[in-house]
């Protein structure tokens, strides 16, 4: 293993710069990057997004992407002010309804328009995470769904319904059988 790329995971942890941690705890002879990313949603994404590039640049033949999310061990009211001032001007925006999941919303309908993608094919990618998570004791929902399911849901943020924006587990206040 040559790079680590990890998910941010503070605030909502004690530990600090896990990676770094890990690699000396491990006394692992990194010669590449050691990283952590942080991307509102999309963390885990962007931290293999970042061993991929490593290794693409040649700056690691090996290269270990992890995405943790700690989300749920935060008060959801807190969370969303403290996610809401990172990512924009709370007094401005949510007045005219922007949220991060209303950005995530609009970037999904601009690409649904720039490439010509369906809803029901948007839709798939929610039956495919729940066919993983099924097969995976500790994830927060399990149970299959079926693409009529996830088009059925009710609407969240145009063109995302209920199954299709990320879930708070946890102290959220909702109960774990709505999603």
């Given at each position: 293993?040559?790079?680590?790329?990890?998910?941010?995971?503070?605030?909502?942890?004690?530990?600090?710069?896990?990676?770094?941690?890990?690699?000396?705890?491990?006394?692992?002879?990194?010669?590449?990057?050691?990283?952590?990313?942080?991307?509102?949603?999309?963390?885990?994404?962007?931290?293999?997004?970042?061993?991929?590039?490593v290794?693409?640049?040649?700056?690691?033949?090996?290269?270990?992407?992890?995405?943790?999310?700690?989300?749920?061990?935060?008060?959801?009211?807190?969370?969303?002010?403290?996610?809401?001032?990172?990512t924009?001007?709370?007094?401005?925006?949510?007045?005219?309804?922007?949220?991060p999941?209303?950005?995530?919303?609009m970037?999904?309908?601009?690409?649904?328009?720039?490439?010509?993608?369906?809803?029901?094919?948007?839709?798939?990618?929610?039956?495919?995470?729940?066919?993983?998570?099924?097969?995976?004791p500790i994830?927060?929902?399990?149970?299959?769904?079926?693409?009529?399911?996830?088009?059925?849901?009710?609407?969240?943020?145009?063109?995302?319904?209920?199954?299709?924006v990320?879930?708070?587990?946890?102290?959220?206040?909702?109960?774990?059988?709505?999603?």
């Open positions: 293993m040559d790079a680590l790329c990890f998910a941010q995971c503070r605030p909502y942890t004690l530990q600090k710069y896990f990676p770094t941690f890990l690699a000396n705890y491990l006394r692992l002879p990194l010669r590449g990057t050691i990283v952590e990313v942080m991307g509102n949603g999309m963390t885990g994404g962007l931290a293999f997004d970042e061993a991929v590039n290794v693409a640049m040649g700056r690691a033949d090996v290269a270990l992407a992890l995405g943790v999310n700690m989300e749920s061990q935060a008060n959801a009211a807190e969370h969303a002010m403290s996610t809401m001032r990172a924009g001007d709370v007094d401005f925006h949510t007045m005219f309804g922007f949220t999941i209303a950005w995530y919303a970037d999904a309908a601009r690409y649904m328009h720039d490439y010509g993608v369906t809803r029901a094919e948007l839709a798939s990618v929610a039956v495919k995470d729940r066919a993983h998570a099924a097969l995976n994830a927060q929902f399990r149970k299959p769904l079926s693409l009529e399911e996830v088009l059925a849901a009710r609407p969240i943020v145009e063109p995302l319904g209920l199954f299709e990320p879930p708070r587990g946890g102290r959220s206040g909702l109960p774990r059988a709505v999603h």
